[in-house]
């Protein structure tokens, strides 16, 4: 299966920066997962996320447009949330029921109405210049939400100090690395290594051998947050900082 690549701007491309630490310029690095915890810290009007169908979407811009309107009410209520629910998996759309009062096939929003969704009966005041509805297209995305996270230990071998990261499953070193970095600037001018072994920063964890075993520790009745991976960090000669 052929990786998804990791987006950079063009002109992280054209000008390399960062001398002899290889990997993305990560001053212009995008992650493409984000926890479900991430999500949640973004619940509040003027920085609003949620989740849903497997990817994040940041809302804030809709909610700057539509500040004051009580259709947006019900989506400030799921703000932080994974509101996947709302959803047809398949269709991908809100998800329909029969209205009793209309007989006909509508929108099913058990919180109200919100942005977007035709009112009940027809009506004079009804603005549909908007274009697609919110929730169609790529327009609020921001990337993916982790299927499933782990928590890894990052040591650094030359400061001793020692920082456990959640991080999703599904996310490369170099995606680990970059958020790890509001503790070590210079985190990309250090060997990261497991048991010895310098680890490939275009893998995962679990491609490079680090296994998550918090099921098997669950199996076991025994709480998997003992045992917790360390990846060691040893200092380069060079120096980088963002």
């Known amino acids: 299966m052929k990786r998804p690549e990791m987006r950079v701007a063009g002109s992280a491309r054209a000008m390399p920066r960062r001398g002899l630490v290889e990997g993305p310029d990560l001053e212009f690095f995008q992650r493409r997962y984000f926890t479900p915890a991430e999500v949640a810290q973004h619940n509040v009007p003027e920085d609003l996320w949620v989740s849903y169908l497997g990817s994040v979407y940041d809302l804030t811009p809709l909610a700057r447009k539509y500040k004051g309107d ?22 991908r759309d809100i998800r329909k029921h029969v209205d009793p009062l209309t007989g006909t096939l509508r929108y099913r929003t058990p919180r109200g109405r919100f942005l977007h969704v035709p009112p009940q009966l027809p009506r004079s005041d009804w603005a549909n210049d908007f274009g697609k509805p919110w929730w169609q297209g790529v327009h609020y995305e921001v990337g993916r939400l982790s299927a499933k996270t782990r928590n890894i230990r990052i040591i650094n071998t030359l400061t001793s100090q020692e920082h456990t990261l959640e991080v999703g499953a599904e996310e490369s070193m170099w995606e680990i690395l970059h958020r790890y970095l509001p503790y070590n600037a210079h985190a990309a001018s250090y060997t990261w290594k497991y048991e010895g072994k310098k680890l490939n920063m275009d893998f995962t964890l679990e491609e490079n051998g680090i296994r998550d075993e918090g099921e098997e520790f669950d199996s076991l009745n ?16 060079d120096l980088t900082e963002l």
């Not at 709480?223 to 060691?232: K, M, Q, S, V």
């Open 70 to 91: 009580l259709l947006l009410k019900p989506i400030i209520e799921v703000a932080g949330q994974d509101i996947s629910h709302w959803f047809d998996a398949k269709t």
């Open 222 to 237: 025994m709480d998997g947050a003992l045992y917790t991976p360390a990846i060691l960090l040893y200092f380069n000669d």
